[in-house]
């Protein structure tokens, strides 16, 4: 009888609690109801609301390579110290027992080289998000999280950032160019092609709390960092290696201004090497003169002097004007339009065939010859040459050069045309029209991006340019190409000459243009042109030294450094000498890293060694391998031998320094 009263006790109660949770459920689902179909998309918009975006990052950047595939420009994972100054607080400041934002700023001052002051200003600001040093090194960025952590200041954290590294360092600076902030190209190869290279951008975002407080630690990638095409360029670090110690070497001699150097393949316009000096170390271009991140070989606008002759030559020849055995009377001086033209030092060599006017390199019979073609076509086959216009390889900053307007030339400016003055031409443009004297009459267009490669491997397919007109004929080339070896045989160029290989070249000597019109005093810039192998052209180098203090004769600067550039190019293209007695052949590309092979010592002429293969051995064999074979080294890194510079079997001059990188 009790428990039958519980249980009608009891009833009522457990009735009236399921009813209670019932209308409490329902009431949830009609929430949920109204938050999803009614009031569903103005809460997704304020949830989007939240999340901020905080910067857009970059994968790493395309990398570029010489023509063997060797690293010239690649992207490293760095991390960027950022601040978010309302994130600064914590307990202890509300204690009074500091200022967070006054200690952090006295801390991090000296390491980020800013004063307290500044630092101060930056962590009181309203700002969300503050940069405060980008990319940084590895041991920079652990002093920093050092400070942070042992102190416990708040509001403060990295990212990982794509940083641009050029471990050749100076090496081809003018061509490679430099990356600037956010990974955009700002010169050369990097600024030409930045659309390629250019890192993908990949949005984050971060979540902010009810306060709108960033939660750093809700930072994600919305993608998968992208892989980027890569640049192979035509250049060969070895030629190019040599280029540019060569011309270090003759501005130190001749206490030079500047000098600069053109390697170029005449069968495929590849240009091999394009060096100029002063040189800049791209990973710190900031620290440079502007004026050293020019390439000059593109940009420098000279009058070429007598280097012009040989194509004045080849015009007379293909237009049956001279012959090589043609004569002519040679008065050693020339008066035209009042202005008089003479041969350098006065010389005058009466009656001379034309071949031995190039070789003497006489003005008053290349004044004749001109007299004899006309302007209307001095200036047609100078154009048809490549002069007066761009070449259009892929770098920025190439200038077009002058020539004279046809119509308005006079007598005299024939003649100064004749001898290479009155015009203006840049480097490349030279030795894109010398080529026609080694390639059969055709001049090459210029190449400096050998292939791109897609992420996929697969190669980028490039507009290909039509060949260049025909200029002269094949029988031309040929005769001038032989009175331009009677230069280095026995006129102004036998400092060019290499024991064993046939040269041919022509040297100038030019009054340099100043800026606002006129010619500087005193001031010239000395230059040299040369082919080799004659017998089967193959190269065209060209050499300028800009305001030699020495000599300013292009004989006795420009030729000994196309000497030493030519004679490494020809030795690491495995072109073979015609004769025993010169320097030994190329005996083919060094073995891959670790090999260890060392190869027997070859006899070279006089001062020069041959640079023995040293990877694969510890640091103490390579010193002293290198030092049996009359060169230093200079080590960087540490365990074996991986790679050398210059590279084995390449020619180098005693007691010079071979860098080798052990890891």
Wanted: with cysteine; proline share 6%.
């Amino acid at each position: 009888m009790a428990n039958r009263q519980k249980y009608k006790t009891a009833a009522p109660r457990a009735l009236f609690v399921l009813a209670i949770v019932g209308a409490g459920f329902f009431a949830c689902i009609l929430r949920i109801g109204w938050l999803q179909l009614v009031r569903g998309e103005a809460l997704a918009a304020r949830a989007a609301a939240s999340k901020n975006i905080l910067r857009e990052l970059q994968s790493p950047r395309g990398s570029i390579y010489d023509r063997e595939g060797r690293e010239l420009a690649i992207s490293l994972i760095s991390l960027s110290l950022y601040a978010h100054p309302a994130a600064m607080d914590d307990a202890r400041e509300q204690s009074g027992r500091r200022d967070p934002r006054r200690l952090a700023a006295e801390l991090l001052s000296r390491e980020l080289e800013k004063s307290e002051q500044e630092l101060y200003d930056i962590f009181t600001s309203k700002e969300d998000f503050v940069w405060l040093e980008r990319t940084m090194d590895k041991a920079r960025t652990d002093r920093l999280g050092k400070i942070l952590q042992d102190n416990r200041l708040n509001g403060f954290g990295f990212i990982k950032e794509s940083k641009r590294y050029y471990p050749m360092g100076p090496l081809a600076a003018q061509i490679l160019g430099f990356v600037g902030t956010d990974d955009v190209g700002l010169s050369g190869i990097e600024a030409a092609l930045d659309t390629l290279l250019k890192s993908a951008v990949l949005p984050q975002f971060i979540e902010t709390d009810t306060a709108g407080r960033p939660i750093f630690s809700s930072v994600l990638a919305s993608t998968r960092p992208q892989d980027m095409a890569s640049v192979y360029l035509t250049i060969d670090n070895r030629i190019q290696y040599a280029a540019e110690k060569a011309l270090a070497a003759a501005v130190s001699r001749t206490g030079a201004k500047a000098a600069s150097a053109l390697v170029m393949d005449v069968h495929t316009g590849e240009v091999l090497a394009m060096a100029g000096n002063p040189v800049f170390d791209p990973n710190y271009f900031y620290n440079y003169d502007e004026k050293t991140w020019r390439n000059s070989n593109i940009s420098l606008v000279y009058e070429p002097g007598s280097t012009f002759k040989p194509l004045v030559a080849a015009t007379a020849i293909n237009e049956s004007i001279a012959e090589p055995e043609t004569l002519f009377f040679d008065t050693g001086k020339l008066t035209v339009d009042d202005r008089e033209i003479s041969n350098s030092g006065g010389r005058s060599f009466g009656m001379i065939p034309f071949s031995e006017v190039i070789t003497h390199s006489l003005n008053t019979v290349m004044a004749q010859i001109a007299f004899s073609l006309g302007r209307e076509r001095l200036n047609k086959y100078a154009r048809a040459f490549g002069f007066g216009e761009y070449t259009d390889i892929d770098l920025p900053g190439e200038e077009a050069g002058i020539l004279f307007r046809t119509d308005s030339m006079r007598k005299i400016d024939m003649a100064s045309m004749s001898i290479g003055q009155g015009i203006a031409v840049t480097p490349l443009q030279l030795v894109c029209a010398i080529s026609a004297i080694a390639a059969d009459g055709r001049p090459v267009r210029p190449s400096i991006v050998k292939s791109i490669i897609q992420p996929d491997g697969s190669e980028r397919q490039q507009q290909r340019r039509p060949p260049k007109a025909q200029v002269i004929s094949a029988e031309t080339s040929k005769k001038v190409l032989d009175m331009m070896e009677n230069v280095v045989l026995k006129g102004g160029g036998t400092l060019a000459r290499i024991p064993g290989y046939r040269i041919a070249g022509k040297t100038g000597t030019a009054e340099k243009m100043k800026s606002g019109g006129g010619y500087a005093q005193n001031e010239y810039i000395a230059s040299f042109v040369g082919i080799a192998p004659v017998e089967n052209p193959r190269f065209v180098t060209l050499v300028l030294i800009d305001t030699p203090h020495s000599s300013y004769y292009g004989s006795e600067t420009a030729a000994p450094v196309f000497k030493e550039i030519m004679q490494q190019t020809l030795v690491v293209s495995g072109i073979e000498p015609s004769s025993e007695s010169a320097l030994p052949p190329f005996k083919g590309l060094a073995p891959a890293p670790g090999a260890g092979r060392r190869p027997d010592p070859l006899p070279v002429d006089g001062k020069y060694t041959c640079v023995p293969d040293v990877t694969g051995f510890t640091m103490r064999e390579c010193a002293k391998i290198l030092e049996q074979n009359a060169l230093t080294l200079i080590p960087r890194g540490s365990g074996r031998a991986a790679r050398q510079e210059p590279p084995a079997f390449s020619v180098a001059e005693d007691e010079s320094a071979v860098t080798v990188w052990f890891e």
